[in-house]
């Protein structure tokens, strides 16, 4: 498979979160992945009721690992429902041959050998309170049991949600964990997505922080985001730029942004950051990002940001147009 990203593992472990195995991490400010059932309303956040991580594990790491799901079923204190519960979640995990490098996993809608690999562990979730507010631990897993993908520097773990029935949000978190029962974060480890669903923070001074990394021959980014509900800005912090104006989705919509980069961004993570607005609060507003170079191909989001946070990241000061565009 050919890659620029041959330095990225000694990158990760100067990287200043390289402990931060939670996704989403503390430091992007986002409290949960979100997939909806399969007869979701598009407009709630999620566009195809599907999403797909990469867990990586250093070559280094000789003793088991595992993967933890926060809140996996559907009921009443962190999920989003419509009318009464009845969604069903399926999680599944894969190791092995074409995980990660099968061209199909990198697509932005779950198609064609998307759920390449070998199925290691699988497990289906509804509407129970037996793992509300807990977590759920798929292992132990062996680290050779990912697919060795050396330029990532370690065993690659694929963890799929799909949203099987039913038309509620399932609000959850992973971690990648050295323990079965609690969350240990495993050294130079990292996880990262192609197309991410989330939820944002209720919280007006919170910044949502997304980190897609950029490959030495990348020249320019586009930036696509959908169902923003004109919640606020999108700003592009990078090595270079203290900020860049995107383009902000409105309700079931998507809105693209052209990133030019420049010399000094290659090898580097961009911080996509989503500001809320001040003035109109929206709550519970799920979103979803993609990143596609030049050529279209998708750019990986990482929860550790590769070299770290870009440093010209400074203080943001959010302004309300006079025209406000409705919710």
Do not use: C
């Amino acid at each position: 498979m050919k890659t620029h990203l041959r330095n990225i593992f000694g990158l990760l472990l100067l990287s200043n979160f390289s402990f931060s195995q939670q996704v989403p991490a503390v430091e992007e400010n986002i409290p949960f992945l979100v997939t909806f059932g399969k007869e979701g309303d598009k407009s709630w956040g999620d566009d195809d009721f599907s999403q797909t991580y990469f867990f990586v594990v250093p070559k280094f790491q000789v003793t088991p690992i595992y993967i933890r799901v926060f809140d996996a079923e559907i009921s009443a204190d962190f999920d989003e429902k419509k009318g009464e519960y009845n969604t069903k979640t399926k999680f599944s995990v894969y190791g092995g041959k074409e995980t990660f490098t099968n061209k199909d996993v990198r697509l932005k809608d779950p198609a064609g050998k998307y759920k390449s690999g070998n199925l290691l562990a699988t497990k289906t979730f509804v509407n129970s309170d037996v793992y509300d507010g807990e977590w759920y631990t798929f292992a132990p897993f062996n680290p050779s049991e990912g697919e060795l993908v050396s330029e990532y520097g370690g065993y690659i773990f694929k963890i799929i949600s799909e949203g099987l029935s039913g038309d509620d949000g399932n609000l959850y978190k992973y971690f990648l964990s050295s323990s079965p029962i609690e969350n240990k974060a495993i050294e130079g480890g990292n996880a990262f997505t192609f197309e991410f669903t989330f939820r944002l923070s209720d919280n007006q001074k919170d910044i949502a922080h997304l980190y897609p990394y950029v490959e030495q021959n990348v020249y320019s980014v586009r930036i696509s985001n959908f169902d923003f509900d004109f919640d606020g800005q999108v700003n592009i912090v990078s090595m270079a730029k203290k900020g860049e104006l995107g383009k902000a989705s409105g309700d079931n919509v998507w809105e693209n942004t052209t990133h030019i980069i420049v010399e000094k961004e290659k090898k580097t993570t961009l911080d996509v950051q989503f500001i809320k607005n001040k003035k109109v609060h929206i709550k519970n507003n799920n979103v979803t990002l993609y990143v596609t170079n030049q050529d279209g191909n998708l750019l990986p989001i990482y929860t550790v940001p590769i070299g770290g946070v870009p440093q010209n990241n400074s203080k943001i000061q959010f302004k309300q147009k006079k025209k406000t565009t409705p919710y």
